[in-house]
């Protein structure tokens, strides 16, 4: 598969660009600047790309099979990541093309009968961290209300941290996955791992899927 990466550099992105390669897919890797260009394996392609233009991101679309993109803002810029998925959306309309969004957990409901999210229950979020939850919530609704982009949405589970390639771990939609000591954890190596299954087997159209240990 032509399986382009936006946002190639960041933890997720460079861990999608690694896993796809092993896989033997053809990766074109979206970057900001130079300096990203000599961040990527060598055997990949790289473009310097301001993805605020929809047409732009059409244009990187051209002769792929599929798009994957973690794209993430700066902390303080949390909110615009949204006007970003927006264009990645536009772009992929306009191309025909399917993209899988990585977003955030914010969405996902609590488990054992919970009436809240991730995002509204008072007590389950770092201070630090709600800023980047109300923009992934928001993200997420975007996506939820496009029809006429081919998109996926990507949750990782609460704690997603550099960590192993385990190539084990369960999938889910709309509740977050804890283990039997009730954490809710993925590596960042996984993740990477579902999103590529995901780039292959397309079983989330249209929809949101979460993973998990």
């Not at 794209?71 to 990645?88: D, F, M, N, Q």
């Not at 536009?90 to 025909?96: D, E, H, Q």
């Not at 914010?106 to 007590?123: C, E, I």
């Not at 201070?127 to 919530?137: E, G, I, K, N, Y």
Request: glycine fraction near 8%; charged fraction near 20%; aromatic fraction near 4%.
């Amino acid at each position: 598969m032509k399986i382009v990466v936006f946002g190639a550099t960041g933890d997720v992105g460079s861990r999608v660009v690694n896993e796809a390669v092993m896989r033997g897919h053809t990766v074109k890797a979206i970057v900001r600047n130079e300096a990203g260009l000599s961040k990527l394996p060598q055997s990949v392609t790289g473009h310097i790309m301001d993805v605020s233009n929809p047409l732009d991101v059409a244009e990187a679309l051209s002769g792929t099979d599929v798009a994957i993109s973690s794209l993430r803002t700066p902390k303080g810029r949390e909110g615009e990541v949204i006007a970003l998925t927006r264009s990645i959306l536009k772009g992929a309309a306009i191309a025909g093309q399917r993209v899988i969004i990585v977003g955030g957990a914010a969405r996902l409901r609590l488990p054992n009968g919970s009436p809240h999210t991730v995002l509204s229950d008072p007590d389950f979020l770092p201070a630090d961290t709600v800023p980047t939850a109300r923009a992934s919530f928001a993200q997420f609704e975007l996506c939820a209300s496009t029809s006429e982009a081919e998109w996926s949405y990507a949750s990782p589970s609460a704690l997603l941290k550099p960590g192993v390639r385990r190539g084990k771990f369960r999938r889910g939609t709309d509740t977050l996955l804890v283990d039997a000591r009730g954490n809710s954890e993925i590596s960042m190596e996984d993740f990477a791992v579902a999103l590529v299954d995901e780039a292959q087997t397309a079983q989330a159209k249209q929809a949101a899927f979460t993973v998990g240990y």
